[in-house]
């Protein structure tokens, strides 16, 4: 079946321009001239009038979690709450519209101690107030922390935990838990819940699925692939739910067997469903201060902290070098950043390694990045959402570097960008806009030299992301023989001003030529 679209501005992001472009059977086999493409159309080709609106290739997740975008549909949202009243007010309004009892888990997640007025985390003591039957879990924003109250400190154990290397467990002045945990002490007992919703979850994830079409995405990121959300990809993938392509990365630590055993997968996609590597964490958050830096934050001596000794990263590391797969690494603040690329030196790991996020690294490391072949996927994002806190942690001038896309592009690296769903929504028209501003909530500019053209943002999500995934022979950009993967926004990117990138909206997107989402 043949699609002709017309009437639209084009970016194909090759020499090449177009007036109209011709798919058939999902592959695009024509970008030109309209009369060509109408001369070549069957007399059955469905024409599609766009009505002035411009056609791009469709923005591809360069790093996310979508089956963990799926779990927190059942979540309680806490994103915005200013005030620890708030979270109580959303939480026992959710609880009453799900009809929980008062037994029941209560999982809420989104909530970011540097948006409450406090500036500090709750604690099981105060979401004892919501409930000391129901065991409570808050997870923050970043996904790296978060806090328990009594009763699910009982429920998983905690009462009298241990203290955990690369992770921390606060304590009240007596040495108790005071229900506050970050990074592996966090994802040690957090991992001890059984999801309410694992029934559900093939439905959850077309839900997802959705969203990220929404916003203009046909192929999506599940960042961490364990025993559980393999089960449920794999289960979407037999059963032909999955209707983005989805690519998955193995936790190295946990379950690197994952990836060993499951060849139908392995760098190939299978039901829309392929496993692409490993993924590595080697530290936290900036905004959280679990990022290990070299230098103390602002007003602290805290550098943040490592999640394993160089020993353990090299050995992990290893794993994806000897199998020739490639290794997607979390990785911060510029302490971690230096330990990564001292451990791919010495592993000499070379398939396209990813530095995920990437936010405090210096010009050093920028140069030793382009030197070791690594691709760095920026949450570029993190200007807006953060820009302001890092300012108050980081100071102007390692501030103003967060996400230092200019620098990348000044030495030719192909970096993408990524919003690490679900952390914030999956929402390109406002990382265009962060790239190309570089405003912080408050409405300061951090990091001017930082900032790129419109082209170069639009290159950081479509081509490049392309080039991560070893793809950019089949998607990123429009031409013939490439994968009908489209998006049209109803206005042109290269032809707005820079502060109208964010309002971009997104009419309809298609994967292979058949349409996932329209615009209501």
């Known amino acids: 079946m043949q699609k ?12 090449t321009k177009g007036e109209c472009l011709l798919t058939e059977d999902g592959v695009i086999s024509f970008v030109g001239d309209l009369d ?47 005030s620890l009243a708030e979270i109580k007010e959303k939480i026992l309004r959710f609880k009453s519209e799900r009809n929980l009892s008062d037994t029941d888990w209560i999982l809420a997640f989104g ?8 500036r500090r985390h709750p604690t099981a003591a105060e979401l004892d107030e919501i409930s000391v039957s ?25 009462e009298n935990p241990q203290d955990i290397e690369g992770g921390m467990i606060g304590r009240t002045s007596s040495g108790a838990p005071d229900g506050y945990m970050e990074e592996k002490a966090f994802f040690y007992y957090s991992a001890k819940l059984e999801s309410k919703e694992k029934s559900d979850g093939v439905r959850l994830m077309r839900e997802a699925q959705k969203l990220y079409a929404s916003y203009g995405i046909a192929t999506a990121q599940d960042g961490l692939v364990n025993e559980n959300n393999f089960a449920l990809l794999s289960e979407c993938a037999k059963k032909g739910e999955l209707f983005l392509d989805v690519v998955g990365y193995v936790d190295v630590k946990k379950c690197p067997q994952i990836y060993k055993e499951n060849r139908e997968y392995q760098n190939k996609y299978n039901g829309r469903f392929k496993l692409g590597g490993y993924k590595l964490f080697l530290d936290g958050s900036p905004q959280g201060k679990t990022a290990w830096l070299t230098e103390p934050y602002e007003g602290d001596e805290s550098r943040g902290y490592p999640i394993y000794s160089d020993d353990e990263a090299e050995r992990l590391c290893r794993i994806a070098q000897e ?36 936010q405090v690294m210096r010009r050093d490391q920028i ?30 001038e390692r501030a103003s570097r967060i996400s230092a896309a200019r620098e990348a592009e000044d030495l ?7 919003q690490d769903s679900p952390v914030i929504p999956p929402n390109m028209a406002e990382t265009l806009w962060c790239a190309v501003a570089r405003k912080t909530k408050s409405g300061k500019t951090l990091g001017k030299d930082e900032s790129i053209d419109v082209l170069t943002a639009i290159r950081a999500v479509t081509i490049n992301a392309a080039h991560q995934y070893f793809e950019e022979d089949k998607k990123g950009s429009l031409r013939k023989g490439k994968l009908a993967d489209l998006v049209v926004l109803d206005k042109n990117p290269l032809k707005i001003d820079t502060d109208a990138l964010k309002n971009l909206q997104v009419l309809r997107t298609y994967k292979e030529g058949e349409l996932i989402y329209s615009k209501k």
């Open 111 to 118: 909530y970011d101690n540097n948006d409450l007025e406090s």
């Open 134 to 158: 129901n065991p409570i879990l808050l997870t923050h924003a970043s996904g790296h922390m978060g806090v328990f109250n009594s009763a699910a400190l009982r429920a998983i154990g905690a």
């Open 412 to 418: 030719h690296i192909p970096f993408t960008f990524h």
């Open 4 to 15: 002709l679209f017309y009437n639209c501005d084009i970016i194909t992001l090759e020499d």
């Open 36 to 82: 060509e493409g109408k001369r070549r159309a069957a007399p059955d080709c469905e024409k599609i009038d766009l009505c002035g609106a411009c056609l791009l290739p469709a923005f591809i997740d360069a790093h996310s979690h979508i089956s963990q975008v799926a779990q927190t549909l059942t979540l309680c949202a806490l994103h915005g709450s200013r």
């Open 367 to 396: 140069a030793a990045l382009k030197k070791q072949n690594v691709i760095p996927s920026f949450f570029v994002a993190h200007v807006y959402h953060w820009g302001d806190v890092h300012l108050q942690n980081l100071g102007q």
């Open 323 to 358: 199998e020739d797969v490639q290794l997607l690494t979390h990785v911060n603040g510029d302490a971690a950043a230096d330990q990564l690329l001292r451990i791919l030196a010495k592993t000499k790991t070379k398939r396209r390694p990813v530095a995920i996020h990437a």
